[in-house]
């Protein structure tokens, strides 16, 4: 379809799941780019980062300085340990919100979002990163005095309501600057509504902030570079920022010029891995969340998943280690992270340019043409479309011959949240059907990262959360439905779509 807002050129909207595919793997980028909509809403938060960039020379240039960020021995050996310490600091957070809520819900959504901000600190500046986004809140939970009744509501169904400290000035800056986003979401000039939030006081001390722990980071990064190389030793890369200052001295040595740690580039793509991975994996955990509550069955089936696939943290009664979690075989977990992805739609849209006048399904598409291809549309979360092969573009038509050619989820309702719609049974070396099933990534049509060679960076890192996340929560508690007015599955539009109401019942588990 195509949509008429006002003051703005004319938007198309592709819902059929295989143009989109086709669109994203076979037309990208010499047909379609990245559009300019995501630069408009994010340019007042994140200045220069390679998410907002068409691909081209700088591009390339800023994902040279991310190289190996998504590595596999990076994401275990840097990565995990942070988040996995933050991951556990919002189960006991938990803990204590469960025993004071005897049974009552309460919102959720704070916790989670703050404690997937302090992952990515760690994720980005390292375990010894001074400012927390959680911690006042378990500090004001400390303070807490009396019987549990005393912090309940006379209201049977009403949510119990828990104190939170204030933030410190980092975090405030940060959380500032993602809640200014979701003021330019929807307007009807974003760069005119960035331009009327830059006067506010609020906004510009944000970006100070923001620019000055940014800068610093770097410094004290370069710092231990110079210190370890003075030494003739090798530096132990602690972080993101750790490997962006390496990777920065490495190419301006094979460069013959002096590295710029502080360029713009490195200081676009410090506050990106901020902006870009937090919201997302927040976003993403309290859909999951919801959905794992409202669906005892398959929360009941995960736990006895991870229990038999992590025998010795259920025989010796503790949380499984980060190493544990990553290591573990269990199809079912991969399997609801996969679906808590499909119905979640974290990101309900895909946007892109078309850089030449072209074609979508037969309709004449201008160059300059904003296009968004959904992620929550007909193949995904509905049935699939008909439509005439001889509408699709030759890159279709001539690529190979089922290689994902009208997928959908025929046998299984697109709508419901089912996780063995990613279950498919194993097969021995000589084709031959087996009784167990593997987890299958390409099972049906999805575009939870999106595809081709612009979809989601960060990727691995986001199964990587999520996989800690989940694991920690379904281990330690039990989620049992909230009241139906509190349960809404009605969306937030911002950095990401997040569920407008996120509550929790939680029950304890023994280990």
Request: charge should be neutral.
């Amino acid at each position: 379809m195509q949509i008429f807002l006002p003051l703005k050129p004319p938007v198309v909207i592709v819902g059929d799941y295989e143009e989109a595919r086709d669109i994203l793997m076979r037309r990208c980028p010499r047909e379609f780019d990245r559009s300019k909509l995501l630069s408009d809403l994010l340019q007042g938060a994140l200045p220069d980062a390679h998410i907002m960039l068409r691909t081209d020379d700088t591009f390339r240039g800023h994902r040279r300085l991310l190289q190996d960020l998504m590595s596999p021995s990076f994401l275990r050996d840097v990565a995990a340990p942070n988040i996995y310490t933050q991951a556990y600091q919002l189960v006991r957070l938990w803990e204590t919100k469960a025993r004071v809520a005897a049974g009552r819900s309460f919102d959720a959504s704070d916790d989670i979002f703050k404690a997937a901000l302090d992952a990515v600190f760690g994720f980005a500046f390292g375990p010894s990163w001074p400012h927390s986004a959680l911690q006042p809140t378990i500090d004001a939970m400390g303070e807490l005095t009396g019987t549990s009744g005393e912090h309940r509501h006379d209201v049977e169904n009403s949510p119990v309501a828990f104190p939170e400290g204030e933030s410190d000035e980092v975090v405030a800056a940060t959380l500032g600057l993602i809640a200014a986003v979701e003021k330019v979401q929807g307007s009807l000039s974003m760069k005119l509504t960035w331009g009327l939030l830059s006067l506010t006081p609020t906004l510009r001390r944000a970006r100070r902030v923001r620019d000055a722990y940014v800068v610093k980071a770097l410094r004290d990064a370069a710092d231990l570079v110079n210190q370890a190389s003075g030494h003739s030793r090798r530096l132990r890369v602690a972080s993101a920022v750790d490997h962006m200052v390496l990777r920065e001295q490495k190419m301006a040595d094979n460069a013959g010029r002096r590295p710029d740690f502080f360029s713009s580039a490195m200081r676009g793509e410090l506050f990106g891995f901020i902006v870009g991975g937090h919201d997302t994996t927040s976003t993403t955990v309290a859909w999951g969340v919801k959905y794992l509550a409202d669906h005892a069955p398959v929360q009941d089936r995960l736990r006895d998943a991870l229990h038999s696939a992590c025998l010795p943290a259920k025989t010796q009664r503790r949380c499984p280690s980060a190493v544990e979690i990553l290591a573990l075989r269990a199809p079912y977990l991969d399997a609801v992270i996969e679906e808590i992805l499909r119905c979640g739609g974290t990101t309900p849209g895909l946007d892109r340019e078309a850089m030449v006048d072209t074609q979508i399904l037969g309709h004449a598409i201008p160059k300059g043409t904003t296009v968004l291809l959904l992620t929550q549309g007909p193949s995904i979360r509905s049935p699939p479309m008909r439509v005439d092969d001889h509408l699709r573009s030759a890159t279709y038509v001539s690529s190979a011959k089922g290689a994902g050619h009208g997928r959908s989820w025929s046998d299984h309702d697109p709508q419901a949240f089912c996780p063995d719609r990613w279950l498919v049974p194993s097969q021995d070396p000589h084709g031959q059907t087996m009784d167990q099933h593997v987890f299958d990534s390409t099972a049906g049509p999805t575009l939870a990262f999106g595809l081709g060679p612009r979809a989601c960076w960060g990727r691995r890192l986001a199964y990587v959360e999520l996989r800690l996340y989940l694991v920690l929560i379904v281990w330690n508690f039990h989620l049992s439905a909230c009241p139906p007015e509190l349960s809404s599955y009605s969306s937030i539009a911002g950095v990401t779509s997040k569920p407008k109401q996120c509550y929790v019942r939680l029950t304890k588990l023994g280990l």
